[in-house]
């Protein structure tokens, strides 16, 4: 089973720069030290790369992200559900890095257990996709989608069905 990145749930306002210098505001929901998820109406369509200057705690942390996902929420949805975009960090400053373990360890309990813990940059980036996969009950009327991360399409088939066992048929593979 694929494990993913944690994430902290951590509000943090930004701005957002997209193509031709168009700028948006929007606030961060959550991090990782790979990505993040933004709640805003940016524009900005998956692939995509972006510019994005967090402030927590009054420092400007500028970021350079790819987006690799969309959630469009109909208007009268937004006060049940978030829209916005999730991103992949292509470069980080070290602040940025210090942010995300400072948020994953307050009281300093992980630091002294595992001096390696804290990372200094994205380590070795994975290259490897997310993926949606629709999966079907064999025999049954349930499905589902899981989100994996994996190589390839077959490889995120795989991946679900070793999540799931036995009794379950691959109907869709997405890029996520």
Known sequence: MLTPEPRIRKRVPCRITVAHDVTH???VLNVSRTGLFVQTSAVAE?????????SPDGAT????AEVRWRRIVAPHLRSVQNGGIGVRLQHAPEAYFRFVWKALDPDGARAATDPDAAGTALDAPDSREFYRVQLKQDGGPRSRWLRVQADSPDGAGQAAIEQLGPGWSILAVRLA
Do not use: F, I, K, Q
Not at 61 to 64: A, E, K, M, V
């Open 25 to 27: 505001t929007g606030m």
């Open 46 to 54: 998956p692939g995509a790369d972006l510019g994005l200057e967090l």
């Open 61 to 64: 942390l500028p970021l350079r």
